[in-house]
């Protein structure tokens, strides 16, 4: 590189030297530029990092594949070395067959790993008086470690590396033979876990063609779907390196399984597994019994997946994790294929019923050849589903909204259809309700102004008019407000409509009249909000809006058709409010455990699986975002809002302040004495004896430190 200098003197200085330096025998040539350094960081410092695995190749049953590494920005990544904790596997896509008595079966493509090991039974990790585990000797698929060999690891010094395997892919006899075939889509995976950040890439390829575009995959969800759900740090796995999906898959093969406990490990056997959960039954002389599914931990910690509770309902709804259409994985579809009994056994064990004396599910429930009156297991499963997209496309409908003579608000309900047309009232389940409410746009009625168990109303306590197919309901249980005008009205629908249950020999799933054999379903439809003026709804008036706290799509993201109870989306503070706690309870500290609809969900089984049950994290509660709005979890917005709880040792009613009521939806148990101190020099009130003393005397400066930016980091751990 050529240095310009300003001084004429340093330029004659630098001449003679290089005369003396160089004598006679120089060329007059100026020296040539150095190369720039490569622009990188060093792997030790790098706080994200990306891998691709470019290309790989087979020569003799070697492989060698080559691999880049990147931060988040794309800047290459140096220093990788052999010693860092890197590890390679590598797996075909094999074509199985089964043999069911005399005919072989095609059983598809499935993944079956090179790399192998026979385990045996640790007995020190197999707990005493375990039910549903038979430990025996299993293999269990592995990867190899760049470490074991000196010669495999090539670092080029740009941020990209080559890896030739170990293991010779050609001779692969032992513990199990696996037999290797050009022509078969091969998987190199890389899994790197450095102290501050974890990488994982996979390359499919077809050796014979050296190509990797439109060759036989196996790539049924993609783990995005999986986020719906889950976390993403729940989901990185045996101690944080496994974190792709594609790497688990090629892992957990078919060969696979779990010494401890003796249960098969393959991918499609263990994911429906372990979401069949507590529901996961066993057909028995006895009757329907439990079989959960469940492994010994390294470690010998037991997971005992019978306690998960699946929050997906119906079940039956593949496409909670099958999602296809657009940018779907090339082989979304592959579960309507019908190739295999291992997902149905998973789901339903070897005998969902007494019915059922052979383990060859798709022998009857195929889409080819199927035995009269069963389905394939797409119509069995779809049945199920039907029903709700056949409700999903009518809607509710409210009219002629007044007074009673004796002052009790009256409106008419009609159920429509697709087509337009009112339902006739022998396929509306009339045990089901509307809920009244008034005041949604702040925190609904007060309990003691209007108990929900009197806002909420059965179609059966109207009257119904059949030539219009319309029902008159009355809220008799309850007083309309004083102060009604102007308010903001809600009228919630409950109604469910009644289907045939589907199952062996239904040809089609359909409304039907109610009876004791059919199933009711939820029609969904918003809630209908009006302002009330004088006898009636004020029809020029723009019904107010709650504040943003949760994102309804979240929830129902997770959860889908069925939540919990009266299944019409996620309204569940009209009826849960703020004031209201049980009688008795002795689970809770003093026995008046709390039925906001804060608490219930802050506290609800399965949103802290982190802590408690089975504690894999799946769901971690303290990821604020999991459920709240980016403006959900703003403090100060509602000073005039008043929670009721019970004392932790009394039990006796207690009222606090807005902010207050918030945080001890989750930390009341937990409060301490120097807690509480806080909260009351802030303002806050944790001793109130009525809403009034409570909105008398709160002067909450909580959101002065406690921004939602603070909040968001500390509950983030």
């Not at 009994?341 to 052979?358: D, I, L, M, R, Y």
Request: aromatic content about 8%.
């Amino acid at each position: 590189m050529d240095i310009k200098r300003k001084s004429s003197t340093l330029n004659l200085i630098a001449l003679t030297c290089s005369a003396l330096l160089f004598g006679c025998g120089s060329d007059g040539k100026d020296g040539e530029d150095g190369k720039d350094g490569v622009v990188g960081v060093n792997i030790d410092s790098t706080a994200t990092l990306s891998a691709n695995i470019s290309t790989a190749s087979v020569t003799d049953g070697l492989i060698t594949i080559n691999f880049d590494l990147t931060n988040a920005n794309g800047v290459a990544v140096l220093g990788l070395t052999k010693d860092h904790d890197l590890r390679f596997g590598i797996a075909q896509l094999t074509r199985v067959s089964e043999t069911m008595g005399d005919t072989e079966v095609d059983r598809g493509f499935n993944w079956q790993a090179y790399i192998n090991a026979e385990k045996t039974p640790n007995p020190d990790w197999i707990p005493e008086g375990e039910s549903h585990i038979n430990p025996s000797n299993q293999y269990q698929a592995n990867v190899e470690k760049a470490a074991d060999c000196d010669e495999c690891f090539l670092d080029n010094g740009d941020g990209s590396y080559a890896y030739t395997y170990q293991v010779n892919i050609a001779e692969v006899t032992e513990p199990l033979t696996v037999t290797y075939s050009a022509d078969s889509t091969q998987r190199a995976t890389l899994e790197l876990e450095l102290p501050q950040v974890t990488a994982n890439a996979f390359l499919d390829w077809q050796p014979s063609s050296e190509s990797s575009e439109g060759i036989q995959t196996r790539d049924v969800v993609s783990i995005e779907t999986c986020y719906t759900c889950h976390q993403v740090e729940s989901l990185a796995l045996h101690g944080g390196r496994r974190i792709a999906i594609e790497n688990c898959a090629s892992c957990h093969t078919s060969t696979s399984g779990d010494p401890e406990s003796g249960n098969s490990v393959e991918f499609t056997y263990m994911i429906h597994a372990i979401h069949k959960g507590n529901e996961r039954m066993t057909s028995t002389a006895d009757g329907m019994v439990p079989a959960p599914y469940k492994i010994i931990g390294y470690g010998g910690g037991i997971h005992d997946y019978g306690k998960v509770m699946f929050p997906q309902g119906p079940a039956a709804d593949c496409s909670s994790c099958h999602v296809e259409g657009e940018g779907a994985p090339a082989d979304a579809d592959l579960f309507k294929a019908d190739l295999s009994n291992t997902a149905c056994v998973g789901c339903h064990t070897e005998k969902p019923s007494q019915n059922h004396s052979s383990t060859n599910c798709i022998g009857c429930h195929n889409s080819t050849d199927t035995y009269p009156g069963t389905g394939s297991a797409e119509k069995r499963h779809f049945d199920v589903m039907k029903a709700y997209s056949d409700a999903r496309a009518m809607s509710v409908e409210f009219s002629n909204i007044g007074l009673t003579a004796d002052g009790k608000i009256k409106f008419d309900l009609q159920i429509i259809d697709a087509a337009g047309t009112a339902i006739a009232g022998e396929f509306i389940n009339q045990g089901t309700r509307v809920v009244v409410a008034w005041d949604s746009d702040k925190d609904y009625p007060a309990y003691n102004d209007a108990s929900y168990s009197n806002r909420r109303i059965k179609l059966s306590e109207g009257t119904y008019d059949a030539n219009s197919k319309t029902f008159t309901i009355t809220g008799n249980n309850f007083d309309m407000p004083n102060d009604a005008d102007g308010k903001t009205f809600e009228l919630w629908s409950a109604v469910e409509v009644c289907f045939n249950k589907g199952g062996y020999g239904v040809a089609e799933v359909m409304m039907t009249e109610c009876s004791d054999n059919t199933r009711s379903i939820e029609v969904k439809e918003e809630a209908y909000h009006f302002v009330w003026s004088g006898t009636g709804m004020d029809a020029d008036a723009q019904a107010a809006t709650r504040r943003s706290i949760i994102d309804t799509t979240k929830c129902q993201g997770c959860h889908n058709q069925e939540v919990f109870h009266y299944d019409n989306g996620v309204n569940c503070q009209t009826c849960h409010t703020s004031d209201k706690t049980t009688k008795s309870d002795d689970s809770y500290p003093g026995g008046k455990k709390p039925t906001s609809f804060a608490y219930k969900a802050h506290a609800a089984e399965g949103h802290y699986l982190k802590y408690a049950g089975v504690e894999s994290g799946t769901v971690l509660k303290t990821d604020c975002m999991t459920c709240h709005t980016d403006d959900g979890i703003k403090l100060g917005r509602v000073s005039d809002r008043v929670w009721r709880f019970g004392h932790k040792t009394s039990g006796e009613d207690i009222w606090v302040s807005s902010d207050v009521g918030t945080c001890l939806s989750c930390h009341q148990k937990y409060l301490s004495d120097a807690g509480a101190s806080h909260i009351v020099t802030n303002g806050g009130i944790l001793d109130g004896t009525s809403e009034e003393d409570v909105q008398t005397r709160a002067s909450e400066a909580c959101s002065t430190c406690h921004t939602p930016e603070q909040l968001m980091s500390l509950h983030a751990h």
